[in-house]
């Protein structure tokens, strides 16, 4: 953990990276220090990623992206898709930077679940800076992590 003026920052190796060497700086969110490096991690969890975990939920990442293991059939998102509350999407780019790919996703645009995307299939970093997520299994909610900034650096350590 490495703290700047007022802000605390985590500094470590992405363990979702199928190089060895991919190396990040992520600001925390927090107005103090984290008591260790699992603290400082358990910090980037949304609280919905640590609700999932409480209940015994399959919860996965990939960079900066939890899955959540719903369990929810795919009739409900289908229909939600029929009802015009989501729209079914292949291939579909998350964020805004768009290096992750989502085999096939259902992202909700209207309702009470607006916002929320779900997915199954896999998901893929498009410049292969992590290794695919198998989301085969059904349907998982996707959430970002909390965080602010974040550095990243490729290749320095070989």
Known sequence: MVKIKNRYYVST?????????TYFLIELLTGRAPGSFGEAVDLLKPGIVKEAESRGRDVVRQGEWFAIATGMPTGILMGAVER?????????TLGRDGHHQLTQAVIFKTGPRKGE???RGTIRHSERDHYDLDLSLGWHRIVHNVQGQSYNLVGAFD
């Open 13 to 21: 190796v992405d363990e979702t990276s199928w190089r060895s060497n």
């Open 84 to 92: 015009g509350l989501a729209v079914f999407k292949e291939n579909h």
């Open 117 to 119: 995307v779900y997915a």
